[in-house]
């Protein structure tokens, strides 16, 4: 273990936390430790000061009385959010939190809860509910396995590209075969199981993103993911 | 012989008299048995014949319905309750089989009613799943109900945890007499305000105690609320070893218990409210506390088998409390253990759970073998909390083998979910000689 050190900010650990989106700090903790830096995790919740040193954020999903709770708190920090993004810091929204990452989540009562904007995408409430196994591509980081459960259906505006193509589940909505969305480094998507274990390339990418920033360079040891190697190919075998 | 793919046949026939249904169902009954099919096929068969079947029967019996619910210990805390009410002298109909869905209810009134299709028994007391059970309510609207917990479960099924709370609330407002609530659970105990002229009942805990137990919200803070301004009838106030002190009704009673896990002795102050909502002022205590030391647990949750002269322990894993409440009942230290994840549908089938429980008690002995359809998923998982691994092996008979012929000599338990359950039960027995010890 080195002296050098990367931050994880948690955002909202307390109200957005359902799909066990705690795997992705873990993950990323673990990996950092694996590749011999020292990791620490701040965890902010409504009110909290917004910490100064951040090296990566994670976020997750959250039930409507969750998002209720802090949606308002996020748009208080969304300017410094959409900065740090705007600065190459890596960040990965998941479910709930991806959708406030964009315009607006119009309710099943038209009720539009304003959202910080950074991703380019508008999510609509549907009386269908997405929920099964999900298998996405993406050239850059292969098949994407996770498992999808939401009822907000959201659109990729001009300005955004998706994460991945749907190869078996929903993804982003019904109409296009769109998955998750990705902004310079910032990452969102509806994939919980967790994300990151069962994907390492998208962990280790915000890894390497963070540590360079930081550091300026990133030499990657190996780290055996034969768990993971397996557990994906499992996971491909089982049903929607 | 009538086989039940005739009988569907008849389900056209809107009034068929009482008698001849129950002739027919019980007839179904013993074929399906003969076949060794489901429990719940011939009450589908009866319910079709006779949507009012269960309702009818039901309705004569004198202190009505009870219906219990809730997110964990369902089967046990339903075992605990029945055992009760017969200390009290009461005959009790239940849907033992764990089928507990509405067409397993009648499948069970099915074994215990007589030819002309009466049930001779005083009181119903049946364990619902929650999604199930606000079909059932509105039919049979339930005299007492017991609401246990709301925890993330199998939220693939439910949606979401207010939702599944809502569900629970319906079926305390279909409650005409005595509601038992959880205190300590604030989804629960918040039921309390939307009920009308139903009386409310809750059972608790002392506030020492509060951090073991973690609630939905407080799964990994573990700060909890007191809630001791409210009032509740029977309070568990102390757990150490097999021994647990109650308070019930201001007054405190200590005795050992046979059931292991804390959740298990949680829910015994929850049956013991509602035996006392049930029995009211003539409740003989001494024969009460007498009964609940001998309750055992329900099959697969904490029971206790014999393999080879060992004990081997079967722990039901349903969801991220029910799996940390179970790391933290049983030491780790002495015992090979063992990890079987499945994900049908009666198991959930997102891996995300196994994110939110804490697996480092496990760091210092390892688990010896992991199995089950998503193993990979649940040694990924313990790779994360560096908890070291002998053995995966998703071939859960293999696993299972193996495992047992690796700690011949040590005491064994097994952490699985429902459908790695039956399986090992299932193996178990065809690969050694298997006793029941508890």
């Known amino acids: 273990m080195t002296d050098k050190t990367i931050t994880i900010l948690h955002l909202y650990s307390h109200d957005m936390n359902i799909y066990g989106d705690r795997g992705n700090v873990l993950c990323l903790q673990r990996r950092l ?16 000061e917004f910490p100064d040193d951040v090296d990566i954020i994670v976020g997750g999903g959250g039930q409507d009385s969750g998002q209720n709770k802090i949606k308002t708190d996020l748009l ?13 810091t890596p960040i990965l929204m998941i479910c709930g939190l991806y959708q406030l990452f964009g315009k607006f989540f119009k309710t099943a009562d038209g009720e539009i809860i304003e959202g910080i904007g950074l991703f380019d995408i508008e999510t609509y409430a549907k009386s269908e509910r997405l929920i099964g196994n999900i298998v996405t591509h993406s050239e850059q980081f292969g098949d994407i396995i996770g498992y999808e459960n939401h009822s907000g259906q959201t659109f990729l505006g001009q300005n955004v590209h998706a994460l991945g193509r749907v190869r078996l589940g929903a993804g982003n909505n019904t109409i296009d075969v769109s998955e998750g969305a990705t902004y310079k480094n910032v990452i969102g998507s509806y994939l919980h199981g967790s994300l990151l274990p069962k994907n390492p390339s998208i962990a280790d990418f915000l890894i390497q993103k963070a540590v360079v920033k930081k550091y300026g360079k990133f030499t990657k040891n190996k780290i055996d993911d034969s768990f993971a190697e397996l557990a994906r190919k499992a996971a491909l075998k089982r049903p929607r | 012989m009538i086989y039940w793919s005739n009988i569907t046949s008849y389900v056209i026939i809107d009034h068929m008299p009482k008698p001849l249904v129950t002739i027919l169902g019980k007839a179904v009954r013993s074929v399906a048995r003969l076949r060794g099919g489901g429990s719940a096929l011939p009450g589908l068969v009866v ?27 369902k089967t046990t805390t339903t075992k605990m309750v029945v055992e009760l009410l017969e200390s009290q002298g009461l005959k009790v109909f239940t849907n033992r089989t764990g089928s507990n869905f509405t067409r397993g209810v009648a499948a069970a009134l099915l074994g215990d009613i007589d030819i002309k299709g ?11 799943d929650e999604a199930h059970a606000v079909h059932f309510v509105d039919k049979i609207p339930p005299r007492f109900s017991l609401i246990l917990n709301v925890m993330r479960d199998q939220l693939d099924r439910f949606g979401e945890i207010d939702h599944t709370t809502n569900l629970l609330r319906h079926i305390a407002k279909a409650t005409t007499d005595i509601v038992v609530l959880n205190r300590e659970d604030a989804r629960i105990a918040s039921i309390a305000r939307s009920l009308g002229n139903q009386k409310v009942s809750f059972f608790g805990l002392d506030d020492s105690l509060l951090s073991t137990f973690p609630s939905d919200d407080n799964l990994h803070i573990r700060a909890s609320k007191s809630h001791a301004s409210t009032k509740a009838d029977v309070i568990l106030s102390k757990f150490a070893g097999n021994s647990a002190t109650f308070i019930i009704d201001d007054k405190k009673v200590t005795t050992e218990l046979k059931l292991t896990g804390i959740y298990n002795v949680f829910n015994a102050a929850a049956a013991l409210t509602l035996v006392r909502a049930i029995i009211g002022k003539n409740l003989n205590q001494t024969k009460l506390i007498k009964t609940l030391l001998n309750v055992a647990p329900a099959f697969g949750r904490g029971e206790i088998l014999g393999v ?23 030491k780790p230290s002495g ?7 499945n994900d049908n549908y009666a ?12 697996f480092v008690s496990l760091d210092a002995e390892g688990v010896a073998q992991v199995s089950g359809i998503r193993a990979y998923d649940m040694a990924l998982r313990l790779q994360y909390d ?13 696993a299972l083998k193996r495992f047992i012929a690796n700690a011949e000599n040590q005491p064994k338990r097994i952490y699985c979910t429902y459908t790695a359950m039956l399986a090992i039960r299932r193996n178990l027995s065809k690969i050694t000689h298997v006793e029941v010890v508890k």
């Open chain 2, 335 to 341: 015992y090979a253990t063992m990890i079987a994840i």
């Open chain 2, 308 to 330: 080879n002269g060992k004990p081997l322990e079967l722990v039901l894993v349903k969801n991220p409390s029910g799996f940390q409440l179970g790391l933290e009942s049983f």
């Open chain 2, 118 to 128: 009466q049930l001779h028994a005083d009181i119903a007391v049946l364990e619902l």
């Open chain 1, 76 to 88: 208080s920090i969304g300017s410094r959010i959409c900065e740090l993004a705007d600065n190459d």
């Open chain 2, 386 to 398: 560096e908890v070291p691994i002998k053995s995966v092996d998703a071939n859960l008979k293999k």
């Open chain 2, 47 to 73: 319910e079709h014949i006779d949507p009012n079947f269960i309702k009818h029967i039901l309705a004569t019996l004198p202190l009505g319905v009870v219906v219990i619910s809730g997110t964990n210990g």
């Open chain 2, 347 to 358: 198991d959930g089938r997102d891996m995300s759970w196994l994110w939110d429980v804490d």
């Open chain 1, 33 to 48: 430790e694996w590749y011999g830096y020292t990791s620490r995790v701040i965890e902010y919740n409504q009110g909290d």
